[in-house]
């Protein structure tokens, strides 16, 4: 059909129908007042270039004039193309201490004194803040996946934990605050409130120990398209501030860290002389010793989380040393001498190469070859195009691409014969793997004979200064990342990791 054809087509239906609409409205009582037909300007308007948009738009255009709409056709298709615009974010109240204060307040102060109200009232802030969160997570999140069953009582447990129960720790907090306040708006000691507040946050112990399972279950459960959509209308809700709900568990976590930061940032700002000094400097100390206990608790959860997720093919691959790990310094995805992806975990007691694999809905790691004792673990840093990588077929064809990044592991002991050439996306993973891998072997070549024990407290003394996350490639359910941002928890820097690994910092940094 040529295009004057189906004009002449189109125009012939448009105009029957207009007869048609014409006829009705005739028909129609005089009791109500009719409303004019719209006015087309042109025909030509009307016609697409393709067929089908042809026809949808000229329904619309006849739907429209149907309604009695007085706007043209042209106007009607390009309002209805509009979009309803995002609602918009809920924002946070970013006000300062000072801006609570009217001019002659804010000059009886000194410049320091107001940094020092302004980082003070930052950490009243940041609770009122957190308590919302927490109360927000139970009543957007909790109770309404509960009522509308998407999933058990207990698996919204496992997920939300005692997030709830949190609450009143926090509200305490407020209220010391509060009550150490002045008429004049500020606080003269705050160090003593803190210390007296600090050792309820042992609470968190097993809540940051359960992150991990926590987010395995609920990615296992946003499978289910019901909890899919409900947790996307959430996230597109103002309420959210684009938060997701993996991110609004990790909250907590990201507050723990920030006590450190917050209180060194009031001791920054209080005169040398000032009598709340010593009882900052105590706070600190607290802190720190919490967070590592905390860090220490939580190594150990995935630690035994990432075991259990263990394959063996034959009973011969569980090694007893197994049994004795507690500490897991770092995991991540490599590709092997013939590009097949493994997922490698380096234990306090052993090197497992695993193959990512899913039994039943369950993601696990089918263990490759015979897991190697640190104590008899090889290593050599390859130069890049040292050697060639690619698989069997593509190496029939081709002499192999010369690889970067590349590094070997091997036994030592004669009975295993292995060796395994592993390859890192980056320079920086691969420095991050064989910084770890050096330090474990440290560890065991300082343990004496028969002293397995003082080895792994060792051990746990400095897991949180090596333990470390590596994913060359992206998240996947086979390496669930623990919710929250996107660096995981016991991820440090290039610099300070490096700085730890060789133990050239003498104080000891903590990450939860």
């Excluded at 809700?237 to 940032?265: N, T």
């Excluded at 003394?461 to 929250?484: L, Y």
Aim: hydrophobic share 30%; charged share 25%.
């Amino acid at each position: 059909m040529s295009f004057y054809q189906a004009f002449n087509k189109i125009t012939a239906m448009f105009l029957t129908m207009l007869k048609t609409i014409y006829f009705l409205d005739c028909q129609e009582p005089s009791t109500k007042r009719n409303r004019p037909l719209a006015k087309v300007s042109s025909l030509v308007n009307l016609i697409s270039p393709s067929k089908n948009g042809a026809v949808r738009r000229f329904g619309q255009t006849i739907q429209s004039m149907s309604r009695g709409d007085s706007k043209s056709p042209g106007t009607s298709l390009k309002a209805g193309s509009k979009t309803a615009g995002p609602t918009p974010t809920k924002r946070r109240n970013s006000t300062l201490w000072s801006e609570t204060l009217d001019v002659h307040q804010k000059s009886t102060f000194s410049t320091k004194e107001i940094k020092r109200q302004e980082a003070i009232y930052e950490l009243f802030r940041g609770e009122q803040d957190l308590i919302e969160d927490l109360q927000l997570a139970r009543k957007a999140y909790h109770d309404p996946m509960l009522k509308l069953s998407y999933m058990t009582e207990e698996e919204l447990a496992h997920i939300f934990g005692d997030l709830y129960a949190y609450i009143p720790l926090h509200e305490d907090l407020l209220m010391k605050l509060t009550e150490g306040t002045g008429p004049d708006g500020t606080v003269a000691q705050i160090g003593q409130i803190v210390i007296d507040w600090l050792p309820g946050l042992n609470a968190y112990k097993g809540y940051c120990s359960n992150q991990l399972a926590a987010k395995a279950l609920l990615d296992q459960k946003k499978q289910d398209k019901r909890v899919q959509d409900f947790l996307q209308r959430c996230l597109e809700s103002p309420f959210s501030r684009k938060l997701d709900l993996c991110s609004f568990l990790d909250i907590p976590r990201s507050r723990l860290v920030k006590y450190p930061l917050l209180l060194r940032e009031i001791l920054k700002h209080t005169p040398a002389e000032h009598p709340d000094i010593p009882s900052l400097e105590r706070a600190i100390t607290i802190i720190q010793e919490i967070l590592s206990d905390i860090n220490v608790r939580k190594g150990e959860s995935e630690c035994q989380y990432y075991i259990d997720k263990l394959e063996y093919l034959d009973d011969k691959q569980r090694d007893p040393l197994i049994d004795n790990c507690k500490i897991l310094l770092c995991h991540g995805e490599l590709r092997n001498k013939s590009g097949s992806r493994l997922h490698v975990f380096l234990f306090s007691e052993l090197l497992v190469l695993t193959r990512p694999v899913t039994r039943n809905d369950r993601s696990c790691f089918q263990v490759y070859r015979q897991p190697i004792p640190i104590r008899d673990l090889s290593l050599e840093d390859l130069q890049d195009g040292e050697i060639r990588m690619g698989g069997s077929f593509r190496g029939a064809f081709t002499n192999g691409e010369k690889a970067k990044n590349v590094f070997r592991v091997s036994s030592v002991d004669p009975s295993h014969g292995q060796s395994h050439t592993l390859h890192v996306n980056d320079v920086y993973h691969k420095q991050q793997w064989l910084n770890c891998l050096r330090s474990a072997m440290a560890l065991q070549q300082e343990a004496p004979l028969g002293a397995q024990q003082e080895g792994a407290r060792r051990a746990k003394r400095r897991s949180s200064t090596i333990s470390v996350t590596i994913c060359d490639e992206e998240t996947d359910e086979n390496c669930p990342p623990v919710c929250g941002p996107k660096l995981r928890p016991q991820t440090l820097s290039k610099t300070r990791l490096n700085q730890k690994l060789q133990g050239s910092l003498k104080r000891k940094e903590t990450g939860v």
